[in-house]
């Protein structure tokens, strides 16, 4: 009886050992993530004003603003590198962007950019458009689907 009660503590240290090994290295690895310098600016994204855009530094920022018109400028050579320039008020940020647009981008369109400014540029990664709130009234007035125009 003696030797069974013996193997089964030893079992028990076993998997208390090995469970306390898990949640220790679960642990470490959570606050190594989250103290490293790296990862602290690749996870803080604030939302400047583009008065404060000298304030940025080298993290992630996000802004907001109108598409100044007649700005956007798309490379011939690449159809995806876009220049424009993002006004908000009287301050202006010239903005370079190199991935797919969204639909709704356009002079005078309200967006929103997420990126970094490097030289004088905000390298945006992220760019999305405000919705027209002239769609919203549509989708909810249900007078203004114009059924009869479809080919069904």
Known sequence: MAGISG???EQRNKIFLAVSGIVFVALFWIFRIST????????????????????????RVRLGGIVDPGSIVIQKENLLDCNFTLAQGSFKVPVHYTQVRPDLFKDEAEVIVTGQYVN??????ELQTKCASRYEGDLRNESSYQLEDLDI
Not at 120 to 125: C, H, K, T
Request: proline share 0%; hydrophobic share 50%.
């Open 7 to 9: 193997v089964l503590m």
């Open 36 to 59: 490293e310098a790296d990862a602290q600016d690749a996870l803080m994204i604030s939302f400047l004003s583009l008065e404060n855009i000298e304030d940025a530094g080298d993290r």
């Open 120 to 125: 004088g540029v905000f390298e945006a990664d």
